[in-house]
């Protein structure tokens, strides 16, 4: 079947399908099928593209003019033909499974002669899925995480080498060393906030003595001129 068409390839059937359940349009076995009002059925996607193509709108079947508003999907056939048998599509690679219709995605996901790429990232290899743990043997681009845990991602060429304890240690010591290097940091900080305190109190310290100095200087003031204002006034009564 062309990869344009909405229907299933008649090959793909253990059985060959009723003539009822193949699409006029496509040739193929009905998939997801709508009836027409002139009770025609055909698979939607085959139905939607005739109609978009074609200016009369109508059936190509009968020719009768067809709405698209009044086309139904029928879900009852759409499980019969879920039910048919088919043979894998990977037969050909040498899977001997037949499933339902209806399971043919669920065993593609699985199936063993299913032909997938390798799933290490710079590898562009095809291979069959049974054949990946072989592949991953040899794969210049394998690579996973240890499964001790410590977390290096390794590859064929450092797996031998790799000692997850050595590994560890030297990460724990590195931890270490960041640690107490912030820890100095932070020490190194704090002194400068503490001698910026205590600049800090001392300035506000001298603030404090010179407004003393500066309110018993008011002070003072006052009494002079209170002393200068009483001479005055008894100087003016004597005269």
């Known amino acids: 079947m062309s990869s344009q068409s909405g ?3 008649v090959e793909l059937f ?11 349009i496509c040739q193929g076995v009905l998939r997801c099928p709508v009836r027409a009002a002139c009770h025609h059925i055909f698979c939607k996607k085959c139905i939607l593209q005739w109609l978009k193509r074609c200016r009369q709108q109508t059936c190509p079947c009968c020719r009768k003019p067809v709405n698209q508003s009044l086309i139904f999907v029928m879900f009852k056939l759409s499980k019969v033909i879920g039910r048919l048998k088919i043979k894998c599509k990977n037969k050909i690679r040498g899977c001997p499974h037949t499933l339902a219709l209806s399971e043919q995605y669920c065993h593609s996901t699985s199936c063993l002669f299913e032909l997938i790429p390798c799933p290490y990232q710079g ?11 072989a592949h991953a043997r040899h794969c210049e681009h394998w690579s ?23 590994q560890l240690r030297h990460e724990y010591e590195a931890r ?4 107490r290097a912030i820890a100095a940091a932070l020490q190194r ?20 003595e010179s407004l003393e100095v500066m309110d018993e200087l008011e002070e ?16 003016n009564s004597s005269s």
Do not use: W
Not at 176 to 179: A, F, L
């Open 14 to 24: 253990v059985e060959t399908p009723d003539y009822d359940l193949i699409c006029t």
């Open 144 to 166: 996973q995480p240890c499964h001790m845990g410590c977390g290096t991602v390794l590859s064929h060429r450092t797996q031998a080498k790799h000692n997850c304890y050595r």
């Open 123 to 133: 590898c562009r290899a095809q291979l069959l899925r049974r054949d990946l743990d």
């Open 176 to 179: 270490q060393r960041n640690h």
């Open 220 to 235: 003072v003031e006052e009494e002079d001129l209170g002393q200068t204002s009483g001479s005055f006034s008894s100087s």
């Open 7 to 9: 229907g299933h390839d």
């Open 189 to 208: 900080k704090m002194r400068r906030m503490q001698s910026t305190m205590a600049d800090m109190k001392r300035q506000i310290g001298l603030i404090c």
